[in-house]
């Protein structure tokens, strides 16, 4: 089953905040590249 780690608002410029949570996970800083890859019907977000 699928965890919900946050929830995100998209801005006016296509922008999202990354959760606290998700952000600690993936062990992510200002600055650092992450990518998007679709998989199965999902956006899975890792660090590049």
Same mark, same amino acid.
């Not at 089953?1 to 905040?17: A, C, E, N």
């Given at each position: 089953?699928?965890? #919900? *780690?946050? =929830? $995100? ?15 600690? #996970? *993936?062990? =992510? $800083? ?19």
């Amino acid at each position: 089953m699928d965890t #919900i *780690l946050g =929830v $995100s608002k998209l801005s006016s410029k296509f922008q999202v905040t990354i959760p606290k949570d998700v952000r600690e #996970i *993936l062990k =992510v $800083s200002p600055g650092d590249r992450i990518v998007f890859i679709h998989e199965e019907g999902k956006i899975i977000i890792k660090k590049a």
